[in-house]
C-alpha cells in the first residue's frame, strides 16, 4: 500500500454524565480521528490523548501537532507500507505514542480492509465475545455511587471499578462491599493520587478482597509501587507506568506490579500492546484491557484485542451507552455481560457518516 494522505478530524461527543477521576472531571470527550487513505483502501484510526495533559503528558491538539509535522510526512516516505513498517518509519522520533498508535490504527484498518481480514483475527483473538467491567467516576455522596453501581450491575456489567482519591478510598469501598456482597468483583484506579507515605492507609482496603488497585503512585514511582506491593494485600497493577513491554518485563521483574491494564493508545499502538500481552503471558501476570472512553472505533479495536488468550480479567470495554448517547459508529450494546468481537474486515466498523458531519468540529487534509 502507499498512503496519499492523512485526514485529521477533531471531534466533540458529550458524555452522558460527568466522569471524575483524580486527575479531572470530564463532561464531553474531545478526539483527534485519522482517516488513512491509501492507493486500495482507507482506515480509521483514533487517538485516545485526551483535551489536556492530566492523564498523560500527551494532548489531542499535540498529537495534531506532531503528526502533521512529523509522523504523517514519515509515512510518505514509504513506498510499500504494511503495519509493521510503521513503529519503524516513527522511530526516530522520540515519545508520542498515542499519536503514533492513532496512525498505526488508521494504516492497519486500511490494511486489512483491503485484505478482507479482521483486525480480531490477525491479533491472535481466541474469543467472539468479551467480558466487560465498567469504570466509575467519583461521585458526591456514597447513596449516589451506589445508584450509579447498582444500574451498571443491573445492565450485566461483570466487574466494576471504582475510581479513588484521598478523602474518597475507604468509604466508598466499603459502602459498595456491604451493599453488593463479596461476590462482586470489583477494583479501584488512584490514577497516581496517592505517595508511598501513604501505603498503611492504602493497606485500610485489605479487608475488602479487592481484584487490584490500579496505579496508586505515580507514573515514574516504579520502585514506590514495588515497596509499596511489599505492604498491602491488593494485588498492585499499573496503568500510566506501563508505556512499552520493556517496561512492563521491568515493572514484572521488579516486583512493581502483578497485574497489567494494557491500553493501546498509551504504549504506542496495537502491535506494542499484543507485545506487552505477550511478556505478561511469558511470567504469568494476568491482564486486562484498560479504557479511554473511546468511541466506537477505538472499542472495536479494544474488544479484538480484549479477545487475546492473556485476558484474563474483564475489561474497561464498556458499551458505547455507557460514555454517549449516539456514538460515532453503530453502538457496542452490552449482551449478557459482554460485547461482541466485530468479524468484519479490518476493524469491522466504521463511522455513520450522519452523525460524524454532527460531532466534527474541524477537519485537515495532509497530502502524501
Ligand atoms: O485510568 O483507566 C483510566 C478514562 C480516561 C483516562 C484514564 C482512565 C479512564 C477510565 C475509563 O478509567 C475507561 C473507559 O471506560 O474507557
Ligand atoms: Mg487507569
Known sequence: MKLTGIELREIRLPLVAPFRTSFATQTERAALLLRAVGTESEGWGEC????????????????????????????????????????????PFQGHRMAKAALEMAVWDAELRALGVPLARELGAVHDRVPCGVSVGIMDSLPELIDAVTSYVEEGYRRIKLKIEPGWDIEPVRAVREHFGDDLLLQVDANTAYTLADARHLARLDPFRLLLIEQPLEEEDILGHAELAKVIETPVCLDESITSARAAAAAITLGACSIVNIKPGRVGGYLEARRIHDVCVAHGVPVWCGGMLETGLGRAANVALAALPGFTLPGDTSASGRYFRTDITEPFVLDDGHLVVPSGPGLGVEPVPEVLEEVTVSTEWIAL
Open 48 to 91: 485516545v490523548a485526551m483535551a489536556d495533559p492530566r492523564y498523560s503528558s500527551e494532548y489531542a491538539a499535540g498529537c495534531a501537532d506532531v503528526l502533521r509535522r512529523f509522523l504523517v510526512p514519515a509515512l510518505g516516505a514509504c513506498e510499500r507500507l504494511d503495519v509493521h513498517a510503521v513503529a519503524p518509519a516513527l522511530a
